[in-house]
């Protein structure tokens, strides 16, 4: 068929071949409506280049949807590196509309207007948005036959799982900044705000109310404070509640002598590509923004000012993922959070579900996992109690260090992390330990979940000292909690 790819295009890393293989699996288990799960900087675009280059070669049209039109001609640039053509575009009157071609890019604005192209297979990248019109389209009659491939970072919305069939997950965050592929990141605790009062509305804060509570002069002057001690002119985006809080960001910076922009909704295009350029030639070193730097950035960002409090974890995970990309000469994205995310969510690399959301309610009364107890109350006495310190950085797991090539120390020796992972489950089973338990040692000092089906061992005595260590931190800080708080179980 006319149209079909050249043979040249980028090449895979382990991770996206990894991915179209477990693909393929689920499909050809009988699924049609998988999600993958892509970290942001994870490369998705290229991915679903890949898989639509695959497609063409079996003769098949494919859409591709996108879910904001500033993000079409990235798409389109992103596919023609791939040696794709054969591209039209439907999104209003763009110059590349040609329903003949075998690839449609599409902003999903645009196609719940039109009529839909014949394809043979669909991606909808940024899943998560949960389009009413894109789940009406996937349940039509004359489409169930053909797959819907769901791309996101962060595919967690309540009741996606009643449109797409399986959750592929290829690789986590901490697994790509383990092998390098994003940044490492450090994290400073740099203000805590008073949110008494603010309402919560539909899971996270009231917008108002919340820009009220951050919109003081006193918590913005700390902001730039902050970045001006502690960034050293680093790249940073800086994240606000609404348009009047940004802006007054934007307006503490400037009166420290620091040449901030500020971007929202409502910004042009133009305007947004002359903030892209000033901020990558140090012009403007701070962008202050709402709302719009959240997807399908791939600026070289190397501070994170977060000064928006969320409840909700798919925002907090995409914001901090603007600064994980890698980029020549970057050791590390500096994180100031001014909003006590992290302390209220845990580290990005701790956020994950291994399942679509299909609208189950959890057991009433169900406990959380031990290590959200533990570690999250750890980090919240440190922050209370020393109030001599103005900032605090936050640490993964006490007694841990990462290593090199898939390696930890763990209480002093060290180890590969299946050694880690099967010696955690030697001691759960050991102590008759509830199941789950290893998994979520694992999870505090790795920040990712343990290979499944991991072997036991015995515990070397590293293991053993930093379990009685984790318990004994946890004790001390028993006397604080509510009566009701379970104890963990005892060491040895």
Same mark, same amino acid.
């Given at each position: ?55 063409? %070669?079996?003769?098949? +049209? ?166 001006? +001690? ?82 909700? %974890? ?16 970057? %050791? ?81 020796? %060290? ?9 955690? +489950? ?43 260590? +984790? ?22």
């Amino acid at each position: 068929m006319s149209g079909v790819a050249p043979p040249q295009a980028r090449e895979l890393r382990p991770y996206q071949s990894h991915a179209i293989e477990m693909l393929r699996e689920s499909l050809r288990g009988g699924k049609r409506r998988p999600v993958l799960q892509a970290p942001t900087g994870y490369g998705k675009t290229v991915l679903a280049g890949a898989i639509i280059r695959m497609a063409l %070669e079996k003769g098949r +049209r494919v859409i591709f949807t996108a879910p904001a039109i500033d993000l079409i001609d990235q798409t389109v640039e992103s596919f023609r590196a791939d040696g794709i053509e054969g591209i039209g575009v439907l999104q209003a009157d763009h110059p590349l509309t040609d329903p003949e071609q075998p690839v449609q890019i599409c902003s999903v604005q645009t196609l719940q207007n039109r009529e839909i192209p014949p394809a043979g297979l669909v991606i909808i990248d940024e899943c998560h948005r949960a389009y009413k019109f894109v789940h009406e389209w996937m349940a039509r009659p004359d489409w169930q036959k053909v797959p819907f491939i769901g791309l996101s970072a962060t595919p967690w919305t309540k009741n996606l799982g009643l449109y797409f069939d399986d959750l592929v997950i290829s690789a986590t965050t901490a697994e790509l900044i383990e092998s390098g592929y994003l940044s490492p990141f450090r994290v400073f605790a740099a203000s805590h705000p008073d949110l008494t009062g603010v309402k919560i509305v539909g899971g996270d804060y009231h917008e108002g109310q919340l820009s009220d509570a951050m919109n003081q002069a006193d918590l913005n002057g700390d902001v730039v404070g902050t970045w001006l +001690r502690l960034a050293e002119g680093r790249p940073t985006l800086v994240f606000g509640v609404d348009c009047a809080h940004a802006q007054s960001l934007r307006d503490a910076f400037r009166a420290a002598g620091v040449n901030a922009g500020y971007q929202d909704a409502a910004t042009p295009k133009d305007e947004r590509e002359r903030i892209k350029r000033r901020f990558h030639s140090g012009v403007n070193p701070v962008v202050c923004n709402v709302g719009t730097l959240t997807t399908g950035v791939d600026w070289d960002v190397r501070c994170i000012s977060l000064v928006r409090p969320t409840k909700s %974890e798919m925002l907090y995970v995409q914001i901090v993922g603007r600064g994980l990309r890698t980029a020549p000469g970057k %050791e590390d994205c500096l994180i100031l959070d001014h909003s006590d995310t992290t302390l209220r969510l845990g580290f990005v690399t701790d956020i994950l579900h291994d399942k679509l959301d299909d609208g189950t309610k959890k057991k009433p009364g169900e406990p959380p996992p031990e290590w959200e107890t533990t570690d999250g109350e750890l980090k919240k006495r440190v922050i209370e109690q020393d109030t001599a310190v103005e900032l605090v950085e936050l640490v993964v797991g006490a007694g841990v260090k990462r290593g090199g090539q898939g390696r930890i120390e763990v209480g002093g020796e %060290e180890m590969s992390l299946p050694q880690f992972a099967a010696a955690l +489950r030697g001691y759960a089973a050991e102590r008759g330990y509830k199941p789950g338990w290893a998994a979520h040692k694992y999870k505090e000092a790795v920040g990712a979940w343990p290979p499944f089906g991991s072997a036991e061992a015995e515990p070397p005595e590293g293991v053993r000292r930093w379990i009685r260590e +984790r318990q004994i931190a946890w004790r001390r800080g028993y006397a604080s909690r509510a009566p009701s708080a379970a104890a963990p179980p005892q060491a040895s």
